[in-house]
């Protein structure tokens, strides 16, 4: 079966760091950007990072570069997502998703993992 | 790039057709993708490149457009139809969402 397995919720302090994982199977996970896509609380979808499992080239968001990590472990089909410093803004529920492509470059995501959610209070 | 949806929440009936506006701040060409997400479930792929059917997906949603404005269409909404619906453009980095239409069944 074709999917993306996510890590389970995690409650963490401000200040604190976390990882979580999104694994793929039943495709070639080297062929195809991962990304991470998150839903703060009451409001919509943001793209936050891709990255190309093959050469591990990466993309962030302006909104949260510097501030995450997007990694990648081929050997297990593994992507990740890590903060070294938690906010209470980094609360919301993200998705990993894979991005697919059509003729003359039309990309989008048309695999989604079951998300995680990730809260940060003190 | 930014996009606009319009309306943000609607209310329809059984057998309605049903019609949501995104509208982006640029020439996205077609670059146009539109997603359904209900509670708890992840977001589901309805359309790409502006009018292109994802596999799996019933016929009678239909996307279109080109530019800036751009046109989801459910022609008979079904009960299983409710959840947010959202456009999202591939055009530029960063890829953006709009702000999600929320449909809801009478």
């Known amino acids: 079966e074709v999917q993306l397995v996510q890590s389970g919720p995690e409650v963490k302090k401000p200040g604190e760091s976390l990882m979580m994982s999104c694994e793929g199977s039943g495709y070639d996970f080297t062929n195809y950007w991962i990304a991470w896509v998150r839903q703060a609380p009451g409001k919509g979808l943001e793209w936050v990072a891709s990255i190309y499992p093959r050469d591990s080239d990466t993309r962030y968001s302006p909104s949260v570069q510097g501030q995450v990590t997007i990694s990648v472990d081929k050997s297990i089909t593994t992507a990740y997502l890590h903060w070294k410093t938690l906010k209470a803004s980094d609360s919301g529920l993200y998705y990993c998703?894979?991005?697919?492509?059509?003729?003359?470059?039309?990309?989008?995501?048309?695999?989604w993992g079951g998300g995680t959610l990730i809260t940060v209070s003190s | 790039i930014q996009m606009t949806q319009s309306p943000s929440s609607l209310s329809a009936s059984v057998g309605d057709r049903v019609s949501i506006t995104c509208r982006a701040s640029q020439n996205i060409r077609t670059y146009l993708n539109w997603y359904q997400h209900k509670p708890g479930r992840a977001p589901n792929l309805l359309i790409y490149?502006?009018?292109s059917l994802q596999s799996g997906v019933p016929s009678r949603f239909s996307g279109g457009g080109s530019g800036t404005d751009f046109t989801l269409t459910i022609s008979s909404l079904q009960p299983e139809d409710f959840g947010v619906y959202y456009c999202?453009?591939?055009?530029?980095?960063?890829?953006?969402f709009g702000r999600g239409t929320k449909v809801e069944i009478k």
């Open positions: 490149a502006a009018s």
């Open positions: 999202q453009q591939s055009y530029g980095t960063p890829w953006t």
């Open positions: 998703a894979r991005r697919a492509e059509a003729p003359l470059t039309h990309r989008f995501f048309d695999l």
